[in-house]
């Protein structure tokens, strides 16, 4: 992706500053979106852990015959 970028900007501006400017934004950009798509998967697996843990409480008290508390 970052070579189709480049050699679209060189061809669109004939400048090899604009391209080096322009890739190293874009390397930026993809870095940070792989971040917050790591941190983004991370927390929707704690949510789902916790929504879990809560059913498996949920089963254990129908077993024992009593009502859980509500929080």
């Given at each position: 992706m970052l070579c189709s970028t480049a050699?679209?900007?060189y061809f669109?501006?004939?400048s090899i500053?604009?391209?080096v400017v322009t890739t190293l934004?874009?390397?930026l950009l993809l870095q940070l979106a792989y971040?917050?798509?790591v941190l983004f998967l991370?927390?929707?697996s704690g949510c789902v852990s916790r929504a879990g843990q809560r059913a498996e409480h949920?089963?254990?008290c129908k077993e024992v015959g009593s009502?859980?508390?509500m929080r």
């Open positions: 050699l679209t900007v669109a501006s004939h500053g604009t391209v934004t874009c390397s971040f917050a798509s991370i927390w929707r949920f089963d254990s009502e859980p508390v």
